[in-house]
């Protein structure tokens, strides 16, 4: 998988910095990430996931992505493992930003900031946002640079599975 990433998609040296990258924030968001219920719209998403089988949808769901509810239902079990999701993906959205830019400095600094790094340590859906508009800036990149209507197809596909997470889907718009 990762010869065929190399030869098809990005060098080494970008897929080593996104996966150090990500592999890096991820442990670091998840040593900091809140361990126990949370308050707020976390505690509602919490008691949510955790306590109601078979329903991806509730009083507080109007504003929550159907495949972010999915992910925290399949590795529900404690709060603390509801709130790594929102690690796995604001790591990602570092990465992302890496694949973007090709710039670690500004890949870590963007890591550090207070925002993403206070959203990936709650459970929270703004992380996943942010890691799908990292991703649909990757795809236009690379659409733009070789012109391969497959890279546009993706970026259409993933623009439409992201257009329904919360208001911060405004932000896709003009990727």
Known sequence: MLQWLRQNL???????????LSVGFFLLYALTAQRGW????SAEFHDW???HDGLICGPHFSNAHPLYVC???FVAGTPFAVTLVSAL????????LFLCTK???LSIVFGLSHML???SCLAEVQTMNLAFIA?????????????EWLWFAGLVFLNGVHLNAHNLALLAVPV
Request: aromatic share 20%.
């Open 38 to 41: 949370g308050w707020g719209d």
């Open 117 to 119: 790094w206070w959203n």
């Open 71 to 73: 992910f925290c239902r």
């Open 10 to 20: 990005f060098s080494s040296r970008a897929i080593n910095g996104f996966l150090a």
């Open 89 to 96: 993906f604001g790591a990602l959205s570092v990465g992302g």
């Open 49 to 51: 996931v955790l306590n």
């Open 103 to 105: 710039r670690f400095g």
């Open 135 to 147: 991703f649909e800036a990757v795809l236009l990149l690379r659409f733009l640079d070789r012109g």
